[in-house]
């Protein structure tokens, strides 16, 4: 970070996008701890009420019926009308039925479910939501330290939420009290974003404009402008519309961006059509699009590619935390009062991999001038082979290593 641009700041001067960030962090931590801390109370929860194993499968993954609901929904409506009122309508939604979850179990397993999946759908939006409000308020050169810190907030919720359920959950307040202390948290947390919390940095009252600069002097004139939307693709070709008034002098009218970046590789070429606008801003994003070119979209491979990975990678990662804790119970037979706490050293390793990496490649890209491509590319490679490798070890080996620790 070039903290150059705030030596004529005074001493106490907080840069507002740190403000944003540590708010964001915050809320992503609250909101895995209250996806996660299931995988824990389900144990506690499941003695009370006799819950066979197949009862706790479908009580853990009714969370992401909801969940899959207001992924595409919660960035479109932070696009459109403001990360600050999406990300806060997200957390109320989230917090109110961590409250209710030990309610609904007492009324019956059907409101269980149906709490679990309204929980989800409150989720759903905050990660899209999160990734809006950075693109706002982080100069493209921090972007991906950004988003690496906002991505490792998650795995600190996780890393939280496993030990400090397994504390509540055999301590006098019981498994109820997991939901109750979450809930607490999440509704703080909301109080502090409606005082703090900014969907743009032009928002920001005391915003010096010296940040403002800094943040905004990377983006395209066009990246803060509302109303923009999709004309028309065609040919290759892409047309943006805007809808501001015809009397300003701004940008008005429809511009054609023809795809650019046309690069030869291998006696390959390969297009990649980006948005030129003509201040030459080729990594323009139109802000609130009235209209998403969803056909476009899914004729990338780019696109096909990145879905394929988070499929991958999700499908695994949310199978280990909802069934960590269970097996290391089951398995090697575990103190009930301490089984969770060995749950969190996945997580904490690879929630500080996450930060690591966002440094690397923001360097990579700026300093050693490594093409974008080339450094996602790496990065997903090293980790899907990773997980996989470290998986199959596990596997073939039938975890000798963990049966000398824990029955030894």
Request: hydrophobic content about 45%; overall charge neutral.
């Amino acid at each position: 970070m070039n903290f150059q641009s705030f030596k004529s700041f005074s001493n106490f001067y907080i840069p507002k996008r740190f403000i944003i960030i540590i708010l964001c962090m915050t809320g992503i931590i609250i909101s895995y701890a209250d996806r996660s801390n299931m995988a824990i109370a389900i144990v506690y929860m499941s003695i009370d009420f006799h819950f066979s194993s197949t009862i706790q499968g479908v009580i853990l993954s009714s969370f992401f019926l909801g969940y899959i609901t207001t992924q595409t929904l919660g960035g479109a409506l932070a696009d459109k009308y403001g990360g600050k009122w999406v990300l806060a309508s997200s957390a109320a939604l989230w917090t109110l039925f961590t409250f209710l979850t030990p309610f609904s179990a007492q009324i019956g397993l059907g409101y269980l479910l149906l709490c679990r999946i309204l929980l989800g759908i409150g989720e759903g939006a905050c990660f899209p939501t999160v990734n809006s409000l950075i693109a706002s308020w982080f100069p493209m050169e921090e972007g991906s330290k950004a988003v690496s810190a906002i991505v490792s907030s998650a795995y600190i919720g996780i890393v939280v939420a496993l030990p400090i359920s397994t504390w509540l959950g055999s301590s006098s307040l019981g498994w109820p009290g997991i939901f109750w202390v979450f809930g607490i948290a999440g509704f703080v947390w909301s109080i502090l974003w409606q005082i703090y919390g900014k969907s743009s940095p032009n928002e920001y009252s005391g915003i010096s404009q010296e940040e403002l600069d800094l943040i905004t002097k990377s983006k395209p004139k066009n990246r803060l402008r509302k109303n923009l939307s999709y004309h028309k693709i065609e040919s290759g070709e892409v047309f943006i519309e805007s809808s501001t008034n015809e009397n300003e002098n701004d940008y008005t009218a429809d511009i054609p961006l023809t795809p650019s970046n046309v690069i030869e590789e291998n006696n390959e070429f390969e297009a990649e059509v980006d948005v030129l606008l003509p201040d030459n801003s080729n990594n323009l994003i139109p802000s609130n699009p009235k209209e998403v070119p969803w056909k476009f979209l899914f004729s990338r491979r780019e696109v096909w590619a990145i879905l394929i990975g988070q499929f991958c990678n999700s499908f695994g990662g949310f199978i280990i935390l909802n069934w960590l804790p269970i097996y290391f119970l089951d398995r090697f037979k575990l103190d009930i009062e301490t089984f969770g706490y060995y749950s969190v050293l996945p997580y904490g390793t690879q929630g500080a991999t996450g930060i690591i990496t966002g440094f690397i490649s923001d360097y990579a890209i700026n300093k050693l001038n490594i093409r974008v491509k080339t450094v996602r590319r790496s990065a997903q490679i090293i980790g899907a082979v990773g997980i996989s490798t470290f998986l199959l070890c596990v596997r073939l080996f039938n975890i000798y290593i963990f049966d000398v620790v824990f029955l030894y």
